[in-house]
């Protein structure tokens, strides 16, 4: 499987849609996806891994990498993901201690 990347507006944020698979082959798309994403969002970029079947180290490292940019810039990379499954993942790697996690777009504000 590959990853499909898809930026949208939702009310004032900017989005990434993340869907398929995140893994060592298809770190370039996300790391294009989401300089993209970082580029046009003032305050808040929102990246949505509900689509995901799998995200491995190295989409952990890219999103971690991406969120580090957006406080310098002096903005927020915020996560959406509401599988359980994954959400385990962000907990036991300490993910979401580093970045904010969220069940769903509607609870950020």
Known sequence: MELV????I?????VLNLSGEVDLATM???SD?????????????????????IL??????????AAGRARQGGAELV????????RSRLSLTG???????????SVIG
């Open 95 to 105: 993910f979401d201690r580093a970045v904010r996690v969220t069940e769903s777009i």
């Open 33 to 53: 996806a989401l300089t993209k994403l970082l580029a046009s969002s003032t305050g808040l970029a929102v990246v949505d891994l509900d689509g995901l079947s």
């Open 28 to 30: 370039p798309r996300l």
């Open 5 to 8: 990347t898809r930026q949208t």
């Open 79 to 86: 996560v959406v993901c509401s599988a359980p499954a994954l």
């Open 10 to 14: 939702v009310g004032t944020y900017q």
């Open 56 to 65: 491995d180290d190295t989409g952990l490292g890219l999103l971690l990498g």
